[in-house]
């Protein structure tokens, strides 16, 4: 591991020229308009799976953005580790010109290389290959146990075709364990293991009221503008205490019982580090749960978005047809994606008044996921962190959603290992995202680290 | 008379090529971008007005849009007439594209001509400037009285520099009666007087959480998410019965008298009609006052626009940093336009929680008018309408605002007769906007008339 470590250390400069390409590449995955510059990440990164040592590298096409895979098998008997990232990003709406410098041509300033994917997931992803190349150098052009790498490109779309290439190619994918990067750790020196993932209900209200744009002089008074409509309605779906006002929705949220309250007590986020983290005046949120637990523990409901009417320049007297909002849940154990757009769309029909018509457009879904803390697995990234970062880790819940955690589960049925490299502050989906130099070459070692640390335990222990 | 009649039906093929000419320039004053057309608009005004016949035509500069002026003052001991309007036009917006021709391509579709303006306000001006043309021909040159026209270019942005012309130009625009041709009739064989015009305050509410967008999976939970906040703040502008919820909002609100209900109901808008024209599902607002009186009589707030948070296409996870919404009051008489600011300013103070912050920015003010309908002047475009539609005039309010009729009562000192030519359903600010060809022709002859009905008053009965 020495050699491998020190092959990290040598190689900074040019590694960190290397993901500033990657990052040039504009593999936004919601805009159509961008579809040639996403397959262009896909190949970039099959070119890099290959050029660290993999064979077997191929792009399958799926009805949107490709997916990239790769292997290197030859450790008969050894377990085999799936890493699971994706190549494809946010996009970077800069109205008021926040990005201090351009999202898609990387820079360094102070400790951080920023553009828009440093962090999610670019950089996470390039650090796993890398730690290939690394083993390959170190143990001449071998790795300790079997690898497989699955990188998509819609991550950032709700992933609409991966369940569907993973359930048709179970075999290729076959497993001891699956490892994914792509959440954050608390400090470039506290590492930190996410055990427990937030699902995602995602959805549109559009409220209609006239057909037409009308002349609010004209029938003001008279309308039920839609823009209010909306308003009350997204009003109306919280409590005044910050809980969530949609009936059932709490039905099957699993209480976060004594232990667990105990140990995410010991990771508190302070009101204070909250404010420098948010810029917020003030906290918010369900006043029985503290900010940790609003977080990772319980579910939300947020409006990411809305529209309607004039939004240029000026004043213009407009009552507009219609108006709608952007708005999703994120999830805790045991609810149910579907269930709750359903129980969304039953509330929303209800607070709906007969002078204006509503309509809820389901987006995406993804289910949460608790990953069990006390085994094997879990063991094996505990002491890669620790030699990768030089510090013991602690464990957390992440508010984030990563639904492919759920598909491992149940259809390939092996344990989901989240080694993230990225920290809180890094800005993933805002403006300025960007990713520390000292977890990128970290990560790198983490990740070589956790190879070998898994290559310690027999395939049936890992599946424990 | 009959010869200026003739003039005009002899014309109609002309005066529609002319007029469509006059549409196809862009003269949308809130866009910077635009200001070449709007002040390309003012040209085609001013020359138009030398053709009709005027002297003294002149183009004045303000800091924004030029306001263009001309007179004919032959007529010594004859009233003088000060006719106002604007050219300037509404944004035309069109994400759903719903206009069905382009709305700088005018073209006449069955009995009507289609175009941004074409009712408000560019086909009334015209109708007006053709008037003059008519009688100059049917007089050898001369007109029964001394006619000034001011034609602004910032009515649609609220003539921020109109109030101050006026004032500093009380000489030059010296008269015994105002003329606006800028409201609507109640249909081509049914024209009507506007009598009361409601006031406006505009402005915008931004409300700020964080300081950056944040990942609704890293943050939501925690905080007070501002896209909801403002939801939550205009929501609550309104009581659950459509009234306003703002203290202070109806103190200085005239009540309508019994005889004036019993004058409105007689041009009653049924709950069909309603439908018919504006496609909403129903009606909403004060149930203590029947659709004519919501319109008319009674203020009101509407939601003009709200944006912020990832509007495109697909799902983006982001919990924004603020929110901003564009909201107008329709104010009646003796309501202040900028004491309603204040009291709208400190209501969302009220609503604001400490977990964001909120600003209240004016951006534009009028104050409501009520016209005395016993009038002389008021008996004159009675006279004059039921020469040019062969039909007699009913008496309305208006929802609508025009400002500078409170501006030339106060400063001019004399009685303002808003003489329209426009339709209720004509779509002015929304798409398809258009103008009904008869209420063209007849307004030119309206106009026409009413010059010669005046001509018929002394200068001293028409400011009675």
Redesign the interface.
Known sequence: MTDAFSYVDSHRDHFLAELKEYLAIQSIS???EKNDETRRAAEWTAEKLRAAGLSEVQIYPTPKHPIVYGAWLGAPGAPTVLIYGHYDV??V?DPEK?WVSDPFTPEVRGENLYARGASDDKGQVYANIKAIEALMHANGGRLPVNVKFLIEGEE???SPNLDHFINANKDLLACDVAVISDT?ILAPDQPSIVYAL?G?T?LEIEVH?????????????????P??A???I???L?NPDGSIAIEGFYDKVRPIDAAEREAMAKTP?SEET?RT??????????PAYT?RE??GA???L????????????????????K????V?C?LVADQDPYEVEELIRAQVKKLT?????SLVRG??HGYPAIVPIDSAAVGAAVAAYRRGFGAEPVFLR????IPVVATFYKVLGVPVLLVGYGL?DD??????EKYNLTCLYNGIKTSAALLEEISKLTPEKLRL
Chains 1, 2 share one sequence.
């Open positions: 919601t805009l159509s946010q996009p709406d926040k950032e779309i709700g954050a937030r995602l995602y009221g006239p057909d037409h744009d009308l002349h609010s002089g004209q029938f003001g008074g008279t309308v039920h503008n823009l209010q909306l308003c009350e997204i009003a109306a919280h986020l909250w983290q948010t810029g917020a005046p003030h906290s918010w949120g369900e900010l609003r977080i319980r579910p939300t947020e409006v990411n978005g809305i529209w309607g009417g004039f939004t240029g320049e000026g004043s213009k007297t407009v009552l507009p047809a108006a709608t909002a952007k999703s994120r008044p007969p002078t204006v018509k987006l995406n992440e508010g984030g959603s809180p800005g993933a989906h805002g403006p300025n």
